[in-house]
């Protein structure tokens, strides 16, 4: 059996080889700014054999000697011809010019065909440059926002960035920034995500097949590629928005072989209320000054040695402040307390391409990942004795965080077109601060001060993983298997957990705009998060695997039906099926807030069952794009010891899922944006009765002997006190969430450059969605209410944004 | 200058609607269609009683407490019936009590509740084993407090061995030999006697603790099923007046009542800004169905030791 195998094998890559063969291989770029162009289909148009382009422009395609019709094309691009007799291996680095959108049917490359041709299942990608044009909250262009239109992508609360992706968590996506996890996306509570528009080139996003490259999360990867800098002109973009503003610079330096681009962003909230918040301060006899802003930077710079060696050094940092400070004066004594909430990524990648052959490519990539939320306190008391002062300070500080140090190397080999072979190994170092307290007393009497630490101590942790995978085709194509296999490794606390994750999908052509999908994965988390806010807190503790909590694991089943309709637009339908074990969550009643400082004895382990199916409209080409997205799903939980054993709706489940986005472009001078979106409320726990209970404890009406000195001194025990009644959780729905949001973008060239002018509308008519509910009692109609909260009403925006 | 004035405006605008929020009520009927029957009842091996009342809705017109003394409520093993629980207190409406019983251990009894108007409602449990404790060991131990300070507990290690192959639920508590005042307001005096009350500056770290309700500290053996296992507990030492009895009481639960204390201790101990920040509300174990409240059942065993305090209040 084994032999057979290993015959067939041989046959597969030996397969075309009887006649001669020669590589045309290079990198595919924009003419324009040198951008790498991901995923470019490269083929030859007489044979229809062909490839795609890699993560970073590479693509490597073999035919047999003779005529070659060699076609390399890309959606909005021009695409590249070339008719030639090939009898030698050829380099070719080819730059793809864009194309005028505004005919109905340019030449392109076929994204909706590529649909229907590609072997997995449950990916998406989302073109940057509908970003800009679609309606945002504030005017802030947001790529998590964006994601969340998509089918099988629920967004959390009203408002946040958080995203949900097919009844997983929001710790269940692999978000990649260069290849770097970002492990907290969020910005002002989730209202905006960390991402900078300006800067990224690129967005994949992956729900499930997951190809055997990627692991560590279970329910989606999030593939952020960031701009590699223009290095044919220097070029500027600024844009002020009403909460922020945003500059990036890139462009060459010396030559084309290197180039750069920085941007920056930060709001502006913080300086704008500091007068209101003086003023308030003021009426209260005291000095105070306080605020809250966000900033961002990143930036890249690589440089091209040769044709087969590249580097890159990229690097984000972003910063969360909420900070309050606040000085009373009292008969010349001076009280003084400042407050704070600090968090904030910092990432960077120093990656080396080398291309060992025309047929072998190769990534070496060091990253460094480092999240911290902090909440410095301080209090200052210098109190007036008669004659003298009396000086004292406290400071008590929270800490947690995560730090990682990884290492990867992959390598793509691709024999034959009819083989793309992927192999890797990644070791990453984690350093966890599940949470440390710092104390600190300082007085006249050093006898009296302090300095004390406690809290969780800090967690180390190694993980290792290796995986292969062939994407390779047979029957003229008709049938393409992506099969690969991915083992991991985690050392933690002396306890070695490891698995092996087979993944596999299949795609069977059934006609040439018409296919079937089927996919197998199985995927190993071996971190968790531990939330018990519905908004995206900094409070979320990130926390590993350890002797008690085992990692996370999911098998997901996902396939479905494409369809290239006229190569316009393209009609998916996706189904799923995946269960999720050893998830975590708090425990009854407890959460980040919660005495016990040990975060494992908080927590309880459960499982999770996701289901559903997804609709995927889209339309690629034309004046009008956009996408129309349906999901219908299941997904619940099941804890031993949350709501008795039984299973119960997950917080996000959400029956049904509507998108409907899109863009219209009058002219080159104006384009408009649409989006539509309507979700099943959020599930919820509400008590509609209560009932009495005892007091006492061993009887029903006091007199226990366990109660301090016995009922005769301390209240009357033989009163019950009463208990709320939860059906169970997560019962009673919100109600339906719906938004309308609209917005315009007004282009101009003008002398130096182009400006835009955004206009928009969020909650167009005005709904009020809810954040959450809340019951309370009314003195005037001595009932209860139950009561809606909801944060965003009608909010329009503008902003202003010039290029050159 | 007049567009800087309106964009700056504009923007005051944008900030007030982010940092305001919008409240709408809902127009739901909140009143629940019926009221349910409510039970809550405890069972030892001698006795059984129970307190009957009507659950309230949200929007009831009183919110007060209405006990149901009509009822029938009767003891079954099995099939066979035990007896009915006789409503015998002029003073606690809706308060039933069967005594002189013998009751089997590990033996599942149900109680019925009947009423005309209210209808029926059954709950079953079982009087679990006593567990003895083997020994009590006890030791000085120094802990740090969040201000930089520290303060001299005793720590006692009371040991259990656990039934094998059954989960137990389980609670531990100490009461001391204590001087107790008692303040007369008419005559305006002091005088004391001698009690055993609980200790009141009881805590523990120790890993099986699942928190506590009053004053036990409550825990089960999943970590030591079958097994002898030592639960720590540390008591402020001058919770001892002197050389002093304590005595040690470990409380063997049914599941049924140990879940009903668990969530009903946790529910009562969440705040409501934690729910409103996301935190899942506590529901409130209920074994009775048909209805709410608990059937439970405990056995009790006990032992004393003698401590050598720290003379703080010497006994006389």
Same mark, same amino acid.
């Given at each position: ?122 990916? $998406? ?16 262009? +947001?790529?998590? @926002? ?120 930060? %709001?502006? $909230? ?39 060696? *590249? ?55 060091? %990253? ?111 049938? @393409?298997?992506?099969?690969?296999? *991915? ?108 005495? &016990?400082? /040990? ?57 049904? +899922? ?92 003008? @002398? ?10 969020? &909650? ?41 | ?59 009831? #017109? ?45 033996? *599942? ?14 709950? %079953? ?39 094998? &192959?059954? +989960? ?5 508590? /100490? ?8 303040? #007369? ?119 004393? $030791?003698?401590?050598?305090?720290? #003379? ?5």
């Amino acid at each position: 059996m084994k032999k057979n195998v290993i015959l067939y094998l041989l046959l597969m890559l030996s397969a075309g080889t009887y006649a001669q063969k020669f590589t045309i291989s290079g990198f595919i770029s924009d003419a324009g700014s040198g951008e790498k162009l991901i995923s470019a289909t490269v083929y030859d148009a007489n044979t229809m054999r062909g490839t795609i382009s890699n993560n970073f422009g590479f693509y490597s395609l073999t035919l047999p000697k003779g005529k070659v019709k060699f076609t390399v094309s890309y959606v909005g691009y021009k695409s590249f011809v070339l008719d030639t007799d090939l009898q030698k291996n050829m380099k070719l680095n080819i730059n793809l010019t864009q194309s005028i959108e505004l005919e109905e049917v340019v030449v392109t490359d076929n994204k909706v065909q590529k649909q229907v041709e590609s072997s997995q299942v449950s990916v $998406i990608e989302l073109p940057v440059k509908t970003l800009n044009k679609l309606p945002v909250l504030f005017g802030e262009v +947001d790529v998590m @926002k964006t994601i969340q239109l998509l089918p099988g992508v629920q967004s959390g609360n009203e408002g946040t960035s958080g995203i949900y992706v097919r009844g997983g968590g929001p710790d269940q996506n692999l978000i990649l920034l260069d290849g770097v996890p970002v492990y907290n996306v969020n910005h002002l509570f989730g209202f905006f995500s960390v991402f900078n528009a300006d800067a990224i080139s690129n967005i994949k996003l992956m729900k499930g097949g997951f190809p055997a490259r990627y692991g560590g999360r279970l329910s989606s990867v999030i593939d952020i590629k960031m701009k590699e800098g223009n290095n044919k002109k220097f070029k500027a973009t600024a844009t002020v928005g009403l909460i922020s503003s945003k500059l990036t610079l890139e462009g060459p330096i010396k030559d084309e072989n290197t180039s750069f681009i920085i941007s920056g962003r930060r %709001t502006y $909230i913080d300086l704008l209320i500091q007068p209101l918040i003086a003023t308030l301060g003021a009426t209260q006899g005291a000095l105070a000054s306080g605020g809250y802003f966000f900033q961002d930077f990143n930036a890249k710079i690589n440089h091209r040695f040769s044709d087969k060696s *590249r580097i890159y050094l990229s690097a984000y940092t972003g910063k969360d402040k909420l900070y309050a400070k606040l000085t009373e004066l009292y008969d010349g004594s001076i009280f003084r307390t400042n407050f704070g909430l600090e968090w904030g990524n910092l990432t960077s990648t120093l990656r080396w391409n080398y291309v060992f052959n025309d047929k072998l490519f190769s990534n070496a990539t060091l %990253t460094y990942s480092n999240y911290t939320f902090d909440t410095p306190i301080e209090y200052y008391i210098k109190e007036k004795l008669f004659d003298s002062f009396k000086t004292e300070s406290y400071s008590l500080k929270f800490l947690s965080g995560i730090r990682d140090y990884a290492f990867n190397y992959d390598v793509d080999y691709i024999p034959i077109p009819e083989h793309y072979i992927r192999f890797g190994v990644s070791n990453t170092y984690h350093i966890f601060k599940p949470g440390v307290n710092t104390f600190k007393y300082k007085s006249v009497d050093a006898s009296q001060n302090r300095d004390t630490l406690y809290g969780n101590s800090n967690i180390y942790a190694n993980e290792y993983s290796a995986y292969a995978e062939d994407e390779f085709s047979m029957f003229g194509n008709r049938l @393409k298997f992506n099969a690969g296999l *991915r083992f991991t490794g985690f050392f933690v606390k002396q306890k070695f957990y490891n698995s092996f994750e087979p993944r596999i999908s299949v795609r069977a052509r059934i006609t040439n705009k018409f296919s079937f999908k089927l996919a197998y994965s199985e995927m190993s988390q071996n971190l968790h998060l531990l939330t018990s806010s519905t908004i995206g807190l900094p409070t979320d503790l990130w926390v590993p695997t350890t002797l008690n909590i085992p990692p996370q694991y999911s098998k997901q089943i996902a396939g479905g039906l494409f369809f290239n309709i006229k190569d316009i637009v393209s009609l998916n339908f996706e189904g799923f099926y995946k269960t999720m074990d050893n998830l975590i969550e708090y425990k009854d009643g407890s959460d980040f807030f919660s005495q &016990n400082v /040990d975060w494992e004895t908080k927590v309880e382990i459960g499982n999770g069952l996701a289901y559903g199916g997804e609709v995927y409209i889209e339309k690629k080409i034309g004046r009008i794009t956009g996408w129309i997205g349906y999901t219908l799903s299941w997904s619940t939980r099941t804890f031993k010891n949350i709501n008795f054993g039984k299973p119960f709706p997950y917080k996000y489940d959400r029956r049904h +899922d509507i998108s409907i986005v899109a863009t219209y472009k009058l002219n080159d001078n104006i384009d408009f944006g649409m989006t539509w979106v309507y979700g099943t409320g959020n599930a919820t726990t509400l008590a509609l009765q209560k009932y009495a209970v005892p007091t006492s404890v061993l009887d029903i009406v006091g007199n226990s002997k366990f109660d301090y000195y016995g009922s005769n001194y301390y209240g009357d025990y033989t009163s019950p006190s009463t208990v709320d009644y939860y059906e169970s959780r997560n019962s009673y729905r919100m109600p339906a969430y719906h938004r309308l949001d609209l917005s315009a973008n007004f282009h101009k060239k003008v @002398k130096r450059g182009t400006r835009t002018w955004s206009v928009g509308v969020y &909650n167009a008519y005005n709904r009020k969605n809810p954040m959450f509910l809340n019951l309370e009692f009314s003195q005037v109609t001595s009932k209860y209410n139950l009561v809606q909260y909801s944060f965003f009403p009608i909010i329009p925006s503008i902003s202003y944004r010039f290029e050159f | 200058m007049k567009k800087n004035e309106n964009y700056i405006l504009l923007i005051l605008a944008a900030i007030f609607i982010l940092s305001g929020s919008c409240r709408k009520i809902i127009p739901v009927d909140l009143s629940p269609k019926d009221r349910k029957m409510v039970v809550n009842s405890v069972m030892t091996t001698n006795m059984v009683e129970a307190r009957i009342s009507l659950s309230i809705g949200l929007n009831d #017109n009183s919110q007060s407490i209405v006990y149901l003394s009509s009822a029938t409520l009767a003891l079954y093993e099995g099939k066979t019936k035990i007896g009915n629980l006789n409503n015998g207190s002029d003073t606690l409406a809706g308060y039933y009590r069967l005594d002189n019983l013998n009751l089997k251990y590990e033996t *599942r009894y149900t109680l019925k509740l009947e009423d005309a108007k209210y209808g029926s409602l059954t709950a %079953t449990t079982q009087i679990p084993r006593p567990v003895q404790i083997d020994t009590i060991v006890q030791s000085t131990q120094t802990i740090g407090s969040l201000d930089g300070y520290t303060n001299e507990t005793f720590l006692f290690a009371i040991q259990i061995k656990d039934s094998p &192959n059954q +989960d137990n639920y389980y609670a531990i508590t /100490d009461t001391i030999l204590q001087k107790v005042y008692d303040y #007369n307001y008419e005559t305006q005096t002091d005088t004391f006697y001698m009690a055993k009350n609980v200790a009141w500056s009881m805590d523990t770290q120790d890993p099986a603790s699942d928190g506590s309700v009053r004053y036990l500290f409550l825990f089960k053996d999943d970590l030591f099923d079958g097994k002898t296992y030592s639960f720590k507990i540390n008591i402020d030492k001058y919770s001892f007046n002197d050389t002093t009895e304590s005595e040690f009481y470990l409380i063997n639960f049914s599941k049924e009542y140990y879940l009903y204390l668990r969530t009903m201790s946790a529910q009562s101990d969440q705040d409501n800004i934690s729910i409103i920040l996301g935190a899942t509300p506590v529901q409130v174990y209920s074994n009775v169905e048909g209805g709410f409240g608990f059937f439970g059942a405990y056995s009790l065993s006990s032992k004393t $030791i003698q401590v050598i305090g720290d #003379n703080y209040y010497p006994l006389e």
